[in-house]
């Protein structure tokens, strides 16, 4: 009996990290897709924006592949405390990051747009961005595969810098939009591709309380900073 209770014990265990590896590896492609993304907006990429837009079916059919294998372990093995935790919080994580690999396509198709324009300014605020987006994205996949809560915090807590970019972004294009109207479309879909960023940036921090509470067994301790001022902003022009 004790033989049998050991060999369902040690399967169950290589099952978990299966899920594991699934959800590692889905983590890798939308890292790539995300790069590919940011490379195509800031260096007027049209192969890097190919490559981020047909990459996003592979990530959806992980995604689903992940999704299936939680549902036969809750199933078949019925799993509780850590264990259970861990496996629901796997099931969250495939879709915040095929939200992420989403945001990564939309940004990637404006690339082909914004390379039809000339930029008002430099790029180097939403190339800043950009680089953060992709360390916290980096970070929280290696939380989740070292069962790092640590390291979550220290991702949840970085998405404010992200954020108040974002903020100065947002004033800076409205202002470019109302001194020359032939920054409108441009700017436009700049706006669009800073908001797909910080959307990331927002999913990366949702991933990041899924591993906090799936190691530790409760929330994070601190309330989430809301840094998005966007919604508040009134930009006037000069008189």
Partial sequence: MADVTGHIVKRFEQELSRLRSLITDMGGMVERQVA?????????????????VESDPAVDRLEREAEQFVIALLALRQPMAQDLRHIV??????????????????VAKRSIVLGQFSMPSSLSGLAHMAALVQENLKAVIDAWGDSDAEKAVEVWRSDQAIDDIYNALFRELITYMMEDPRNITPCTHLLFVAK???????????????????????PM???RPKGDGSVYAVVRPQE
């Avoid at 309380?209 to 067994?217: I, N, P, R």
């Fill in 36 to 52: 590919l993304a940011c490379a195509a907006v800031l260096e007027r990429d049209g192969e890097a924006a190919s490559q981020a």
């Fill in 89 to 106: 919080a796997g099931l969250k994580v495939t879709g915040e990051l095929e939200r992420i690999g989403d945001y990564a396509k939309n």
């Fill in 196 to 218: 797909n960023l910080e959307r990331m940036g927002d999913h990366a921090t949702n991933i990041a309380e899924m591993v906090y509470y799936a190691v530790k067994g409760e």
């Fill in 221 to 223: 301790p601190e309330g």
